[in-house]
């Protein structure tokens, strides 16, 4: 048994994070999202994901800083 890829998801739009996470999970992937920015960060240690999606255009922060 393999063990599924995880993908955190940090978006601030609730329905395009609903779209993009149900698409994700439907295709087998674990998915965990977030639409603040610190939460995404409290968390993305212990979750530990394969692959994160992140906006770019937070309203607490912006996503490219994030990324450095």
Same mark, same amino acid.
């Given at each position: 048994?393999?063990?599924?890829?995880?993908?955190?998801?940090?978006? !601030?739009?609730?329905?395009?994070?609903?779209? &993009?996470? *149900?698409?994700l999970?439907?295709?087998?992937?674990?998915?965990?999202?977030?639409?603040?920015?610190?939460?995404?960060?409290?968390?993305? !240690?212990?979750?530990s994901?394969?692959?994160? &999606?992140? *906006?770019?255009?937070?309203?607490?922060r912006?996503?490219?800083?994030?990324?450095?």
């Amino acid at each position: 048994m393999t063990e599924e890829t995880r993908v955190s998801i940090l978006e !601030d739009s609730l329905e395009l994070q609903r779209l &993009i996470s *149900d698409a994700l999970t439907a295709a087998g992937f674990t998915v965990q999202a977030y639409n603040r920015a610190h939460e995404f960060e409290r968390n993305v !240690d212990n979750f530990s994901p394969d692959i994160c &999606i992140i *906006d770019l255009g937070l309203p607490d922060r912006d996503g490219l800083g994030l990324l450095k």
